[in-house]
């Protein structure tokens, strides 16, 4: 069974605030992990993937991989009201990909 | 900007009958996949496709679904015999499918609704 775990939120967070967001996944043989945005009513969109241990910066967000505690995180800086949304969190294994159940993010102005 | 597409945007069926749903992957992608999801609730995966036929599905995925790579381009999903409890989002996504690094890009989803 592979697992992948998020808190369901709500997070809130004041405009301009950071927002931090956190996952865990169960199987250690994943490869891939990626953050998706999702607003209500719509369809997953693609936000960050990485692929190894650290950091990776892509204007306002950063994600986080440590794969020996098999946790990724994704922080938003400067965090706007068009954020909220619920995030989720993705990980990849032979081109499978299974799906936190997200967290909801809201960014109150 | 390439992307996945799907049709309907939202189909309504009546109980029992068959459904189909469609969709267009991105041209050079070689993995495509189903998930639903239920309102309110996680995306679940259901199937995922290359080279022609399933190479993982999920316990959703009984007997009642199959997909179809009819052409060069489309991928269905087919619902036979559909319950209530089928009322949910599908989408469709795919990938490239590479050794490393390899993103899945989601279609705007088709709403269905078992009446």
């Known amino acids: 069974q592979k697992e992948v775990e998020q808190n369901s939120g709500p997070l809130s967070v004041p405009e301009g605030a950071i927002a931090s967001l956190n996952c865990t996944y169960s199987d250690r043989g994943s490869q891939s992990f990626f953050w998706y945005r999702q607003y209500s009513g719509k369809s997953p969109e693609l936000i960050m993937s990485i692929y190894s241990n650290g950091d990776k910066e892509d204007g306002r967000f950063t994600a986080q991989l440590n794969k020996a505690s098999q946790y990724v995180s994704l922080l938003i800086r400067d965090s706007q009201p068009s954020d909220s949304a619920t995030y989720l969190c993705?990980?990849?294994?032979?081109?499978?990909?299974?799906f936190g159940s997200g967290t909801k993010l809201n960014v109150k102005p | 900007e390439p992307e996945v597409t799907q049709t309907p945007s939202h189909q309504v069926t009546q109980m029992g009958q068959e459904v189909i749903l469609r969709c267009v992957p991105i041209s050079n992608h070689l993995y495509f996949y189903w998930y639903r999801q239920i309102l309110g609730q996680k995306v679940e995966f259901l199937v995922s496709f290359y080279n022609n036929e399933i190479s993982e599905k999920s316990e959703i995925f009984d007997d009642q679904f199959s997909v179809e790579r009819p052409d060069g381009s489309n991928f269905t999903l087919k619902i036979r015999s559909t319950k209530l409890e089928d009322s949910a989002m599908y989408f469709c996504?795919?990938?490239?499918?590479?050794?490393?690094?390899?993103?899945?890009?989601f279609g705007q989803g088709t709403r269905l609704t078992v009446v």
């Open positions: 996504a795919s990938s490239e499918g590479t050794a490393m690094g390899t993103e899945a890009f």
């Open positions: 993705a990980v990849e294994n032979f081109n499978k990909f299974y």
